[in-house]
């Protein structure tokens, strides 16, 4: 999809880097010499960041947030700050500088520990930890704004995203890119509980298209909604280990620890009201997209 677009983003790399945005910039050169793009080093907590960068703009992509569970069990009032007040001074500069419409990440964790499955939108919510209970705030703030002020809102329920250049070295990185680094360094796993516990990881590609469908939705239905962003299948850690000694040819060691305070046992999205008011349907599903990251992480010969 080839658009005029100004692109206009923010960050304060607390949890990403520079060189990231550098990545980005080179490769969409490939495709467009004359790329409209202007970065701001700022933070969300700051009025006056959010202020500066949502002028002139139609559609806002609030991806920013401190994640993790861990994290937010440590620091409680600095995840409260980031995402619920940072959400709060992005939605109301948004009304301030006249944007159309506004794209909230929210996350899967709202749910808790359901035994249901899948996780359908409507059921209630049951938050386990300080993370998800900052991104149900959030959810609600954003479904008022449009409520109160008319902001076209739209929540996506992301489910455990996965992807390119996702830092594995913080002791809040999530399992994917940690268990490829350790794997790279022939190091042993470390699994926290029997690895039983299932995830409906959602490569990064589909998650990119869930925000392009919702920023072109002409569906009223949409606002003020929230949607599951998933692939719509529970893949276990043990099996993905399994998966990863056959794709590499080798034994994997694993250890396995208690398993931590706050953490889901399993999760899988019912994909039925995001297709059905979004036509969103999954782009790239869990093994097609594990193996492509074995490959550009030159592991083995996926």
Same mark, same amino acid.
């Given at each position: 999809?080839?658009?005029?677009?100004?692109?206009?983003?923010?960050?304060? $790399?607390?949890?990403?880097?520079?060189?990231?945005?550098?990545?980005?910039?080179?490769?969409?050169?490939?495709?467009?010499?004359?790329?409209?793009?202007?970065?701001?080093?700022?933070?969300?907590?700051?009025?006056?960041?959010? !202020?500066?960068?949502?002028?002139?703009?139609?559609?806002?992509?609030?991806?920013?947030?401190?994640? +993790?569970?861990?994290?937010?069990?440590?620091?409680?009032?600095?995840?409260?700050?980031?995402?619920? =007040?940072?959400?709060?001074?992005?939605?109301?500069?948004?009304?301030?500088?006249?944007?159309?419409?506004?794209?909230?990440?929210?996350?899967?964790?709202?749910?808790?520990?359901?035994?249901?499955?899948?996780?359908?939108?409507?059921?209630?919510?049951?938050?386990? +930890?300080?993370?998800?209970?900052?991104?149900?705030?959030?959810?609600?703030?954003?479904?008022?704004?449009?409520?109160?002020?008319?902001?076209?809102?739209? +929540?996506?329920?992301?489910?455990?995203?996965?992807?390119?250049?996702?830092?594995?070295?913080?002791?809040?990185?999530?399992?994917?890119?940690?268990?490829?680094?350790?794997?790279?360094?022939?190091?042993?796993?470390?699994? $926290?509980?029997?690895?039983?516990?299932?995830?409906?990881?959602?490569?990064?590609?589909?998650?990119?298209?869930?925000?392009?469908?919702?920023?072109?939705?002409?569906?009223?239905?949409?606002?003020?909604?929230?949607?599951?962003?998933? =692939?719509?299948?529970?893949?276990?850690?043990?099996?993905?280990?399994? $998966?990863? !000694?056959?794709?590499?040819?080798?034994?994997?060691?694993?250890?396995?620890?208690?398993?931590?305070?706050?953490?889901?046992?399993?999760?899988?999205?019912?994909?039925?009201?995001?297709?059905?008011?979004?036509?969103?349907?999954?782009?790239?599903?869990?093994?097609?997209?594990?193996?492509?990251?074995?490959?550009?992480?030159?592991?083995?010969?996926?």
């Amino acid at each position: 999809m080839k658009k005029d677009f100004r692109v206009v983003g923010i960050d304060n $790399f607390s949890t990403g880097t520079e060189s990231n945005i550098d990545i980005a910039i080179k490769n969409a050169s490939r495709y467009r010499k004359d790329l409209n793009f202007t970065f701001v080093k700022g933070d969300i907590r700051s009025y006056k960041d959010c !202020e500066k960068v949502t002028r002139k703009i139609d559609v806002v992509f609030h991806q920013a947030a401190l994640g +993790s569970v861990q994290r937010s069990l440590e620091e409680p009032i600095e995840v409260n700050e980031v995402n619920v =007040c940072g959400t709060m001074n992005m939605l109301k500069t948004s009304i301030d500088n006249n944007v159309k419409k506004f794209i909230f990440a929210s996350s899967s964790s709202v749910y808790g520990d359901s035994e249901k499955l899948p996780k359908i939108e409507e059921m209630p919510l049951n938050p386990k +930890s300080i993370y998800a209970a900052t991104k149900v705030a959030s959810e609600y703030y954003v479904r008022l704004f449009y409520r109160l002020y008319g902001l076209k809102t739209i +929540s996506l329920r992301y489910f455990n995203v996965f992807g390119k250049r996702q830092n594995p070295d913080s002791i809040y990185s999530a399992v994917i890119p940690i268990f490829l680094k350790n794997l790279s360094l022939n190091k042993k796993l470390s699994v $926290f509980g029997d690895g039983e516990q299932g995830r409906d990881f959602t490569h990064i590609d589909n998650v990119v298209y869930a925000n392009l469908l919702s920023m072109v939705s002409q569906n009223h239905k949409t606002y003020g909604n929230f949607y599951n962003v998933a =692939c719509g299948e529970i893949i276990s850690l043990n099996e993905m280990i399994k $998966f990863l !000694e056959k794709k590499l040819n080798r034994k994997i060691d694993v250890f396995y620890k208690n398993k931590r305070k706050g953490d889901v046992d399993k999760s899988l999205a019912s994909l039925k009201k995001i297709r059905e008011d979004l036509g969103y349907k999954p782009v790239k599903k869990f093994y097609r997209g594990l193996v492509d990251l074995i490959k550009v992480l030159q592991l083995g010969n996926a």
